[in-house]
């Protein structure tokens, strides 16, 4: 029997995340026995006996809401999402006066197998949908038997019609190269919009949709349904050439973030400030200590600041 155990060992015994052993090691839930040779030994190394029983204690007391996001593969929000429309089960207990959300590795693992099993991704907004798919473009104009529409899914392949019909078509339409490639807008934040959909192929929106994802990229828009027959947008700082017509349109559905219009050119803008800070570790354990396990140290702020409980 192997008497020590390396971090990869561990995350693949525990089928965690590798920032979650580290955070057991930070925690004092887990102990190296080289903390003074760890360089030279490569990294660190735990004795076998001690990983086993931590894991038999995380099994016993179930998984955390952080835990089981890692299992599962998404955000603790997003976790904690699917817990309020009841894809996932969880039981309530506290530890001191913390309330905590306990949840069994088998209900997440099953979740995780639901989630890889959808053909399109899940967000807090609504569900994403995939722009482009074996030769299809989401939003591209097609035509068949003399009838005009628009793709408006690419996996199944589902058209449009200008008259308003909705149907997989049995012929397929001729392929199309993947979306060009655009650089990444690496700045913060950006901008959100929703838009009834529209009944027919036809419509103007359509057109804009498929050219702002060819002028910006998939990789800065994505296109949501939000299951209430709207499309929201969340678009990263970014622009492209547009009309006057076009800045209306999309003024007209904005919620959060700016639109300008100048020379032919359409910008789209975040309206959140980012902002760098530093806290020492009390002030940051007193924050963690008082905000809910589901939310995050901004979402916390934000939530004081506007005074909802």
């Not at 349904?225 to 678009?235: E, F, V």
Request: charged share 25%; aromatic share 8%; net charge neutral.
């Amino acid at each position: 029997m192997q008497h020590f155990m390396t971090v990869q060992q561990v995350q693949e015994a525990a089928k965690k995340s590798r920032a979650t052993i580290y955070r057991w090691i930070a925690e004092d839930k887990l102990h190296p026995i080289n903390e003074e040779t760890r360089s030279i030994d490569g990294g660190y190394l735990f004795d076998t006996r001690e990983v086993e029983d931590l894991l038999k204690r995380v099994e016993l007391r179930g998984l955390t809401l952080r835990e089981a996001a890692d299992v599962i593969g998404v955000t603790p929000q997003y976790v904690s999402k699917l817990r309020q429309n009841g894809t996932i089960q969880a039981h309530d207990t506290y530890i001191g006066k913390q309330h905590r959300l306990v949840f069994s590795r088998a209900e997440c693992e099953r979740v995780r197998q639901l989630l890889g099993n959808q053909e399109t991704s899940a967000s807090d907004i609504g569900t994403k949908l995939k722009p482009y798919h074996q030769g299809h473009r989401l939003f591209a104009p097609v035509s068949l038997n003399g009838k005009t529409g628009r793709i408006i899914q690419v996996r199944p392949v589902r058209v449009l019609w200008e008259h308003g019909q909705s149907t997989l078509p049995s012929k397929d339409f001729e392929s199309q190269d993947n979306w060009p490639e655009r650089p990444y807008s690496r700045r913060k934040g950006h901008a959100v919009f929703q838009f009834p959909m529209p009944r027919s192929g036809n419509h103007v929106l359509y057109d804009l949709l498929y050219r702002m994802m060819h002028d910006i990229g998939p990789s800065n828009m994505q296109v949501l349904d939000d299951h209430q027959g709207n499309y929201k947008m969340r678009i990263r700082s970014s622009s492209f050439t547009g009309t006057e017509a076009d800045f209306s349109l999309l003024l007209s559905g904005l919620i959060e973030g700016d639109v300008e219009w100048k020379q032919e050119r359409i910008a789209i803008h975040s309206d959140a400030i980012p902002v760098t800070t530093y806290f020492s570790k009390q002030e940051l354990d007193a924050l963690h200590s008082l905000k809910r396990e589901d939310e995050d140290i901004h979402s916390y702020i934000k939530r004081i600041l506007i005074g909802n409980d």
